[in-house]
């Protein structure tokens, strides 16, 4: 034990020496902004990262207050590991090398970076933990600790949800167990404030991961997945661990469970690589289970055990110079690598100084307003396009603080004209805003999810406007840049072409709550195909924004009637 706790005090010392040097990335500071709103539940994420920041920000400020509690946390999942796994080995330096050997360790599992995915895989941990004393003694204090690991870890991230699914699906006959349909009652009863901020917001987190997120399949993405978990898991090393954990014969139902854990997030993420791209770090709760099931596997072979010490060995200098390059910016490391870590504030402090005290509205990027809004301490506000997708800066009331503001306003490449500032990250773009307008609260529900046309037709629909917030929207007010209804029309290796369907003067003036339903035309591409059309509210220097999911346009070669099928 008192090896476990020197070495877990010097895996903390390390990440706090690490979190005061390095820079905030962006995702922290995405979260440092949800801190300043502590809620019940945000667009991406449950709300216990932003807790852990503003709780560390309570403490310290700066870098080091953001990333205090995570590298507690991370400390702790490596201490639980070691614990979990003392019983196993005879000798513990062999689990600590093979962790120091692991580079997701260093940053996201066990690190220090303030992201939903270290609290996920600590209570992971933890749930772990307490599952094996409930397979061999389901005591009250047990059957509590399990739910409040449970509800810790759903609170963190929805892949917990995975966590919890695999270890059923791995022991069915525990729902025939009186006391875990009461885990299930305690840990739901302790969940429900997200649930019901889930209900409130229209299940907006899971909209945006389970289907927002899909696209076609791309022979990259799949590539991608395969060549970060190679290098997540340790190029050296890792696949070895990944391969006894996969393979090793369970001995009972906690291996069993930890087993299915292991090779069901990485199936699952592997099919999920088919419909998009997959984060290297999604996997990051199978670490644990293959941790705990390689390592007695290597013990037992000695010839295996000289191996896995020896290329541990290889991989550590390798990982503390990617942890000495967060810190110090090398020439070596590629501008867009080195960006993310370094010279932020002096680029945002210069976009400061040419805003002179005006609001500041980036294009497409949640990570760009939370940089700026961290390091000057002024808030920011992002304007989503359907090129992008939405954030929680869609659901903060920031829109309509900012209505008839004077903004500086930091367009798409693609807009020409305004103004450049010279930055030391090149040149930017900007527009002086006198009377900013922003509409992208404003509802818009389309009345099919599938129709059908004939080419070239002039199409008269309904749409349904609606407002959702607390203010009236006045479309014809005296804005700078006035807003259009727009509709989109795009299909897969085509041009997109965005097309004016009504002056902002001829759209009626909604007050807070109301929905209603407006007509408007457009016209049907003269190539038939299958097409997807969206309507928003763009102009001549705002891309068109999100309103709703598009919805699905045969066009008809030949005179098949006016249809809208469902």
Not at 276 to 297: K, N, Q, Y
Not at 376 to 382: D, G, L, V
């Amino acid at each position: 034990m008192r090896k476990i706790i020197i070495f877990s005090s010097f895996w903390l010392i390390l990440s706090l020496i690490q979190s005061y040097f390095t820079e905030i990335i962006d995702d922290e500071a995405y979260y440092w902004v949800y801190s300043q709103f502590l809620d019940r539940g945000f667009f991406d994420h449950p709300p216990m990262i932003a807790l852990l920041i503003k709780i560390g920000t309570a403490i310290f400020p700066g870098e080091l207050g953001v990333r205090l509690l995570p590298s507690l946390l991370g400390a702790g999942t490596v201490f639980l590991i070691l614990i979990m796994l003392k019983d196993e080995v005879r000798d513990i330096r062999l689990p600590m090398l093979v962790i120091c050997a692991i580079p997701l360790l260093h940053l996201h599992v066990g690190g220090f970076l303030a992201i939903p995915d270290l609290p996920l895989v600590f209570f992971a941990s933890l749930f772990f933990f307490f599952y094996k004393k409930y397979l061999a003694h389901e005591s009250p204090l047990v059957i509590l600790l399990l739910s409040l690991s449970i509800v810790l870890m759903l609170y963190s991230k929805y892949h917990a949800f995975l966590v919890i699914g695999l270890s059923i699906l791995s022991n069915l006959k525990i729902l025939y167990r009186r006391s875990f349909w009461l885990v299930v009652l305690v840990s739901t009863l302790l969940y429900l404030p997200h649930i019901l901020w889930q209900v409130k917001h229209d299940f907006v987190s899971f909209g945006y991961h389970l289907i927002d997120r899909n696209s076609p399949f791309q022979f990259r993405h799949l590539l991608e997945y395969i060549g970060n978990q190679w290098i997540m898991v340790g190029p050296f090393c890792g696949f070895i661990l990944l391969y006894l954990g996969m393979t090793k014969r369970t001995s009972d139902k906690f291996e069993l469970a930890l087993k299915f854990n292991l090779i069901g997030f990485f199936l699952v993420f592997l099919f999920s690589s088919l419909k998009g791209h997959v984060e290297p770090h999604w996997t990051a709760a199978a670490f644990v289970p293959m941790i705990l099931l390689s390592v007695p596997v290597i013990e037992e072979n000695l010839r295996l055990k000289k191996w896995v010490s020896v290329l541990s060995y290889i991989s550590i200098p390798f990982i503390l110079l990617v942890r000495l390059a967060l810190i110090v910016d090398f020439d070596l490391v590629p501008d867009k690598v080195s960006q993310r870590f370094h010279n932020k504030e002096e680029f945002y402090m210069q976009i400061q100084e040419e805003a002179r005290g005006r609001p500041v509205v980036f294009t497409n990027s949640f990570q760009k307003p939370s940089l700026y809004w961290f390091f000057t301490k002024e808030p920011a506000f992002t304007h989503n396009n359907y090129r992008y997708r939405k954030n929680q800066y869609d659901l903060w009331s920031m829109e309509a603080d900012l209505q008839g503001q004077e903004v500086l306003y930091l367009p798409d490449r693609t807009f020409p004209g305004g103004d450049i500032l010279q930055t030391v990250r090149g040149p930017v773009r900007f527009h002086n805003t006198e009377y900013f307008c922003h509409f992208n609260r404003v509802d818009i529900n389309l009345p099919e999810i599938h129709w059908e046309f004939e080419s070239g037709e002039q199409v008269e629909i309904d749409l349904e406007l609606g407002n959702p917030t607390e203010s009236s929207i006045n479309f014809s007010d005296s804005c700078t840049h006035k807003p259009w209804l727009v509709y989109t029309i795009f299909s897969e290796g085509e041009r997109d072409k965005t097309s004016l369907a009504q002056y902002s003067d001829h759209l009626p003036v909604l007050t807070p709550g109301e929905y209603i339903e407006f007509p408007v035309e457009f016209t049907v591409p003269e190539v038939a195909g299958d097409y997807q059309i969206m309507f928003s509210f763009g102009g001549p220097y705002m891309t068109a924004g999100i309103h709703g999911r598009p919805v699905t346009l045969t066009v008809l070669s030949t005179s098949t009637g006016n249809s809208m099928n469902n």
